[in-house]
């Protein structure tokens, strides 16, 4: 019997492969369990990216209201693309909606935190973010 958790830790790819040759030698009891097992994999992997994009999208919405002064297209081109590509992961992988987020919100946040911390070497007054400073309102700078 194949150990189809440590398999699927190593390459998705290689745990495709090593449910279709099960496939292939008629055990369909082993490549359903390992097909199981590539199913939970993935999405764990989608919603890591998830987690990933909605810490760097908190983190610069901190930065962005911590140092007013340092504001940058950067930092704008960042919040924008994190949402974007927030909406994709939701897009390709729909379980991981909304209530998803919720519930890794005060997570995401705290580690948000540490790391605009780290990177403004200064701390933040901010204690929260809301849902609408996240994902709705605008992060604009003035053109000259």
């Known amino acids: 019997m194949m150990d189809w958790q440590k398999v699927?830790?190593?390459s998705h790819y290689q745990t495709a492969i090593a449910i279709q040759n099960e496939m292939l030698s008629g055990n369909l009891e082993e490549a359903e369990i390992g097909l199981e097992e590539l199913i939970?994999?993935?999405s764990r992997s989608d919603k890591r990216a998830l987690k990933s994009q909605l810490v760097r999208l908190m983190m610069h919405i901190i930065k962005w209201k911590t140092q007013p002064q340092k504001r940058s297209f950067s930092w704008v081109a960042?919040?924008?693309n994190a949402r974007e590509e927030i909406l994709e992961i939701q897009e390709e992988t729909p379980s991981l909606n909304d209530n998803v987020i919720q519930q890794m919100w005060d997570k995401c946040f705290k580690i948000a935190q540490r790391q605009a911390?780290?990177?403004m070497n200064q701390k933040t007054e901010l204690e929260a973010l809301s849902w609408s400073e996240v994902f709705e309102d605008e992060y604009e700078i003035e053109a000259f």
Do not use: G, H, P, T
Request: glycine share 0%; charged share 25%; hydrophobic share 50%.
């Open 117 to 119: 911390r780290a990177e």
């Open 8 to 10: 699927s830790l190593v």
């Open 40 to 42: 939970e994999a993935l």
């Open 78 to 80: 960042s919040i924008n």
